[in-house]
């Protein structure tokens, strides 16, 4: 349990909050690459932390990220003309760079002098990993991009969708490292969902126990399943702070992250991202990717479900009755309509949980975000940005005999796993 206070402090990101100033610290992904065309192409709406914005390459080939309004009488620059690099606002044809410099000011005489003096709000921008990332926060205190593997790898090693959802950005968060949701939620009737690429020890034993360790990078989550009478199965997540969840696969399959950038403290903007970082996706493995399950289908032409709250995530109770745990078909979609709505306005109050030891990892992250975000207010900054290196990390699931250490374990199994 939270209390009302502390609470608000985790869920309200917009400029000035104290969460607000957190994510201001880091490098998040705004956008697909794939959104964003070649040179002199259309202008991007961007969204994040309560703001606006709008995401360009100019003529050079060069990305802007500049604040949405004109800082003339605040037109949205996404209808500008992107042209000889830099966008030009539509509605007195004022012209500003990819540094949010104003080079044109063409409808008054004074136009000319004033120019210099009317720019506009430029951010660092970067494209990794097949998403555009941007840097909000002071200048003085840029990091380091998280030196996370599976940004680095091709484009042939990742399956990547972008997913615009109702709900607080923090409860989308802990559902990922809520594992022992997965063994109800995520299930059918009888063991494993189909195509759901979820170890079936999740399945023999639904009450797991954890194992929690704060990190540099944010904190790893090993939870112990039953597997066998003389077995234990074990499933390593890694929560990278403040907002990104790399959740294990059975050995050879990508593994998965959740990215959430918060658009506002409502709406969230989810990047689920399947990455082999050691070889290209398997045609199998695309096409389960495409199947349905693993990656919810979408609307075409938008980054919204075809399942969505407004049909119920196309429930089927005929199903829920005879086969699976929810009767919803994708896994992404059975996460949305349990974590969406946790609380009146897409905002869950903590004040009101009953919480157990299901829930430990949960608790831990919580902690370290608030303690991470009342030491800023208090005037220190969060040592992660500082150690982007401690961010190459990965999820990993595996079997042990009982007698052996998790840790001593893991080692084995690495370097077992490497040699192969
Ligand atoms: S509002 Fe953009 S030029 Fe006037
Ligand atoms: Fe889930």
Redesign the pocket.
Known sequence: MLSREDNELLVRVGPGTPMGNMFRRFWLPVALASEVGGPDSEPVKVEALGESFVLFRNTDGELGLLDAF?T????HLFWGRNEQNGLR?V????KFDKNGECVDVP?CPEGERIKKSVGTRAFPVMERGGMIWAYFGPKELQPKPPATEIFDAPDSHRFIRKMVIKGNWLQHMEGDVDSSHISFLHSGLTGALPGSAINPAAFEDKAPRWIIKQMDYGVRLAAQRNSGPDHYSWRINQWLFPFATLIASPQNWPFTANIRLPVDDETTIQFRVWTNPDQPLTEEQLKIANAGVIFPEMIPGTFTPKANKSNNYLIDREDQKLRTYTGIKAIPSQDLAVIQDQGYGHIADRSLEKLTSSDLAIIQIRKRLLDNVKALMAGQEPPEPKNMEAYRVRPIDFVLPRDVDLDDGERAVLQKRAAE
């Open positions: 004109c003339h009488r605040r037109a606002c509605y007195h044809g004022w409808n």
